[in-house]
């Protein structure tokens, strides 16, 4: 039994696996979205929120711990003057996990992670929505297509 255990283990050693969140955890913060498995998502949000929570802290204590996961000083700046203080009146869930569908080499169920309220909105977990205008062109030139090969 699993009884008190945090954390996945993904199938790999220790060392690898923390390389991987840490490199994960750099991308979200430097891009605000990332694309990866369900797996890694949702493991990898509660690495985000904790360094969010340094952030906000803002001491110099809280900024050493953050660089121990952060290894990028430019992201480690940004966190701590750009992305913490949007959070300040937020307590906890900085992060948002979006489920794609399945990647279509081995059927992985893939996921987006990214920051909730991040300027620009939600980006590549939701479908670009196509105006009125735009969705009568593309069924027009696709029965204008049908005419003309049959």
């Known amino acids: 039994m699993r009884h008190r255990v945090a954390g996945k ?3 790999r050693t220790s060392a690898h696996r923390t390389a991987l969140f840490r490199n994960l ?3 979200v913060l430097q891009h605000e979205t990332v694309r990866t498995t369900d797996a890694k998502a949702k493991e990898v949000r509660r690495w985000v929120d904790r360094m969010i929570t ?5 001491t110099l204590h809280a900024r050493r711990r953050a660089a121990t996961v ?4 430019t992201v480690l700046k940004r966190l701590f003057d750009e992305i913490a203080p949007r959070y300040a009146q937020r307590a906890g869930g900085y992060t948002r996990v979006v489920k794609l569908g399945v990647r279509p080499g081995d059927a992985a169920a893939m996921s987006v992670v990214e920051l909730v309220d991040r300027p620009g ?3 590549v977990g939701a479908k670009p929505r196509r105006s009125r205008k735009a969705a009568e062109r593309s069924g027009e030139e696709a ?5 003309a090969s049959g």
């Open 9 to 11: 283990k993904l199938g």
């Open 25 to 27: 955890v750099t991308a």
């Open 54 to 58: 340094l952030g906000k802290q803002g």
């Open 70 to 73: 952060i290894r990028s000083e």
């Open 121 to 123: 909105g939600t980006g």
């Open 143 to 147: 029965t204008r297509r049908r005419a």
